[in-house]
């Protein structure tokens, strides 16, 4: 059994701890990024993700938005603090892929396909989770590290007029990567009896 793939998927972690001292060219890193979301599945091939890499100043700008918004959705400045302590911990990072449904798209295919109307927005939704995995797998086989954030719907409006995003691009998640500064603890599992069948 070829098992390359299997010990890539071990590779990739949650990683907190994220730097700038990556060695990849950014052109690498755009290609490593466009390439795992085109190539990543969707139902009837709709193709309803977006993603746009942040880098500089507008990933530093992004983290901003993010640490500005929560300060009026925390209870008190000690909550805050440690929120922001966070944020500085993404924005340590060496850059941000954002990643959109366009909903435009979903529309279309609810309308073409009325049959599984009800299917095609969670659809577009296990098609955005598939690529984002796909990312940051390719990122972990290239020994970059990743997170995964949800600071929409909060950020939408003003990450929307930052980065020049279309109306019909549904943010769905922020991804910080950059250099592993600290690895991932050992994670825990579900007992595999609780987990799968194997029947015949
Ligand atoms: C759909 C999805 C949503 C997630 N949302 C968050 C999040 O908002 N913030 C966060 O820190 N981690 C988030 N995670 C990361 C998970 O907590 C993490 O993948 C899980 O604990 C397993 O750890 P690992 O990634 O190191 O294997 C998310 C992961 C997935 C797949």
Same mark, same amino acid.
């Given at each position: ?7 890539? /998927? ?8 994220l730097?700038k001292?990556?060695?990849?060219? =950014?052109? @690498?890193?755009n ?10 599945p ?23 938005? &993010?640490?500005?918004r ?27 892929? /954002?990643?959109?449904? @366009?909903?435009? &798209? &979903? ?53 929307? /007029? ?7 691009? =549904? ?7 950059g ?18 069948? &194997?029947?015949?």
């Amino acid at each position: 059994m070829n098992t390359r793939y299997l010990d890539i /998927l071990k590779e990739r972690r949650s990683i907190y701890n994220l730097g700038k001292n990556v060695t990849l060219p =950014e052109s @690498d890193i755009n290609q490593l990024v466009e390439t795992a979301v085109r190539e990543s599945p969707t139902s009837f091939n709709a193709q309803t993700t977006r993603a746009v890499i942040l880098y500089g100043e507008k990933h530093d700008q992004l983290w901003d938005i &993010v640490a500005n918004r929560l300060k009026s959705e925390v209870p008190n400045e000690q909550v805050y603090a440690n929120t922001k302590q966070k944020v500085a911990s993404f924005k340590a990072a060496y850059g941000t892929i /954002l990643y959109f449904t @366009d909903l435009s &798209v &979903v529309a279309d295919y609810e309308k073409q396909v009325p049959l599984y109307a009800v299917n095609i927005a969670p659809w577009a939704e296990q098609g955005i989770g598939g690529a984002q995995q796909n990312v940051w797998t390719a990122l972990a086989d290239n020994h970059i590290g990743a997170n995964l954030q949800h600071y929409n719907p909060l950020i939408d409006g003003e990450v929307r /007029l930052a980065f020049d995003i279309p109306m019909d691009w =549904e943010l769905r998640g922020q991804m910080p990567f950059g250099s592993i500064e600290k690895a991932a603890a050992a994670k825990t599992y579900v007992a595999d009896s609780d987990r799968f069948k &194997v029947l015949k």
